[in-house]
T-cell receptor, first 112, second 111 residues
Framework: SAVISQKPSRDICQRGTSLTIQCQVD?????MFWYRQQPGQSLTLIATANQGSEATYESGFVIDKFPISRPNLTFSTLTVSNMSPEDSSIYLC?????????FGPGTRLTVL | GDSVTQMEGPVTLSEEAFLTINCTYTATGYPSLFWYVQYPGEGLQLLLK?????DKGSNKGFEATYRKETTSFHLEKGSVQVSDSAVYFCALVNTGNQFYFGTGTSLTVIP
């Protein structure tokens, strides 16, 4: 399995600011995924990030709001831009490894 | 399209009770099926998986059998503990490698 770390683990931010979340994997992986989990809800896929290409966003998510970088096969970042209280969620990064998804510990974001 | 339907919670059980969390799926072909667990304040952890019909996934006393005839993958444990209190997610992946997650079932085990 893959071991995934995320930074920061949690943050409290002011409305209108941006936060960049980092995801580091201990192995080289082709596909990395970013999910949002709103309070008490299931996971919603934001985008899929492949190294060397633009991220693919799901319906309802746009690059201007959630820019993603994927500079190499072990690292990705997700930025939550111009935040509002509705962006308060857990943001999870995951990777596919052996036809299974493995998740990072998540970043708990609260926007005031 | 593919989807997962999970038993709604919350579920509250006494310690040592028997647990069943129902999960049914809709998918073309032969998906792989998963149960993930999310402990309070943590990310999702893979609990068990099954990749073909009649496979039984098991881990930490939990079991689930891939039933193609009933399109189900119910999670069971014979004797729950307080430490099993968490949210459980059923999921599937099909060709195309997109994962589909259920809505999650919250389990609370009381001493």
């Amino acid at each position: 399995s893959a071991v995934i770390s995320q930074k920061p683990s949690r943050d409290i931010c002011q409305r209108g600011t941006s936060l960049t979340i980092q995801c580091q994997v201990d192995s080289q992986v082709t596909m990395m995924f970013w999910y949002r989990q709103q309070p008490g809800q299931s996971l919603t896929l934001i985008a899929t990030a492949n190294q060397g290409s633009e991220a693919t966003y799901e319906s309802g998510f746009v690059i201007d709001k959630f820019p993603i970088s994927r500079p190499n096969l072990t690292f990705s970042t997700l930025t939550v831009s111009n935040m509002s209280p509705e962006d308060s969620s857990i943001y999870l990064c995951s990777v596919e490894w052996g036809y299974t998804q493995y998740f990072g510990p998540g970043t708990r974001l609260t926007v005031l | 399209g593919d989807s997962v339907t999970q038993m709604e919670g919350p579920v509250t059980l006494s310690e040592e009770a028997f647990l069943t969390i129902n999960c049914t799926y809709t998918a073309t072909g032969y998906p792989s099926l998963f149960w993930y667990v999310q402990y309070p304040g943590e990310g999702l952890q893979l609990l068990l998986k099954a990749t073909k019909a009649d496979d039984k996934g098991s881990n930490k006393g939990f079991e689930a059998t891939y039933r193609k005839e009933t399109t189900s993958f119910h999670l069971e444990k014979g004797s729950v503990q307080v430490s099993d209190s968490a949210v459980y997610f059923c999921a599937l992946v099909n060709t195309g490698n997109q994962f589909y997650f259920g809505t999650g079932t919250s389990l609370t085990v009381i001493p």
